[in-house]
């Protein structure tokens, strides 16, 4: 007999399903998903994705500079925020295990700054041999070439300097904002294992890891078309992986200062892993516990990705260094 009939509380599976997913799920991989959906969600109601898209004439002649950091919140659709759920939250776990949730944050954002700078060069390089439609092209971080519609007093300040030129349009092509940043971190976590082989979306032939990201990739192009985001974050994300940009990658001593100050309220959350308790490169080749994997989910094949991390904050986790640890001398 149900609980209802003792006057007992009423079940909710959704409500039990979100807590048991929360109470797996590290801090940023949570907050990121969580974030995108309420952001899509918003997005039936506003069309505020042109305020979060990067748009190198936005972003340059009107100095809205925040479009660098915030494009890959946007989610153009379902179908797109329902892959990156399914591939981001067994990576994104494992990712945040291996090497802190701080340094997480931090490559996130490194990805989604230097793919859009990456992004915003080279559409002006692009007007600079005359192309002029692309200063208004959107990197939504993972995008291919796909025109804005700025104004007329914009579009006359610069796409019409042109004389007796036909305005050449590149026609628009389905766009996945988080894909930049989750191509990034795809790479990184195949060259981080790269040993073995993955299956990519339904293929019947295992791809190897190695050479995953730009199987991937040629998926992608062979649908949808060339995506210089996407390709920009993959080059990013073997830079970083590589170490060629260590100048620019917090130590441990940074990540330590930021967990003592500006995110001390972080580390008191939920699962967020310091950067003491993080796993290290253990946490990449772990398989999570039938069921009980920190954001695993059942179509994390479909998209090669493997169990996510343990149940708890540096519980059962292996430890070893990290490439990505960031474990240089103070500065």
Same mark, same amino acid.
């Given at each position: 007999?149900?609980?209802?009939? &003792? ?23 949570? &907050? ?32 809205? #500079?925040?479009? /660098? ?14 892959? #990156? ?11 945040? &295990? ?53 104004? +007329?007093?914009? $579009? ?25 940043? /989750? ?30 990201? /730009?199987? /991937?990739? +040629? ?49 008191? $959350? ?25 954001? +695993? ?25 990290? +490439? ?8």
């Amino acid at each position: 007999m149900s609980a209802a009939n &003792y006057g007992g509380p009423q079940v909710n599976p959704a409500a039990d399903w979100y807590n048991d997913w929360s109470s797996r799920t590290p801090l940023v991989t949570r &907050y990121t998903l969580q974030t995108l959906t309420v952001l899509y969600m918003f997005s039936w109601f506003s069309s505020a994705s042109m305020a979060l898209i990067n748009i190198p004439y936005y972003t340059v002649f009107k100095f809205e #500079i925040y479009r /660098l950091i915030l494009a890959p919140l946007f989610v153009d659709s379902f179908f797109s925020l329902l892959f #990156i759920v399914i591939s981001f939250s067994s990576m994104g776990a494992r990712l945040e &295990y291996s090497i802190g949730s701080a340094q997480v944050l931090a490559l996130m954002g490194t990805l989604s700054l230097l793919t859009n700078l990456l992004f915003t060069f080279f559409c002006f390089l692009m007007a600079t041999f005359g192309t002029y439609e692309a200063l208004f092209f959107q990197c939504q971080v993972g995008t291919s070439f796909t025109p804005a519609h700025p104004t +007329a007093g914009e $579009r006359t300040q610069s796409i019409r300097r042109r004389r007796n030129t036909p305005h050449h349009i590149i026609t628009p092509t389905p766009t996945q904002g988080f894909w930049g940043v /989750l191509m990034g971190l795809i790479v990184i976590e195949c060259l981080e294992s790269p040993d073995g082989h993955r299956r990519l979306f339904f293929l019947p032939t295992p791809i190897p890891t190695k050479y995953y990201p /730009l199987a /991937l990739f +040629a998926l992608f192009t062979m649908f949808g078309g060339f995506n210089l985001g996407m390709a920009l974050s993959m080059a990013v994300g073997f830079a970083y992986q590589k170490g060629y940009l260590d100048m620019i990658k917090p130590n441990s001593a940074t990540i330590q200062r930021w967990e003592q100050g500006c995110l001390a309220q972080f580390t008191l $959350r939920q699962n967020y892993i310091s950067a003491s308790s993080a796993a290290g490169a253990g946490a990449w080749s772990m398989e999570a516990p039938s069921g009980d994997g920190a954001g +695993a989910s059942p179509f994390a094949g479909i998209f090669g990705g493997g169990g996510g991390g343990g149940g708890g904050q540096g519980q059962g986790q292996p430890q070893g260094s990290h +490439a990505m640890h960031g474990q240089q001398p103070g500065r």
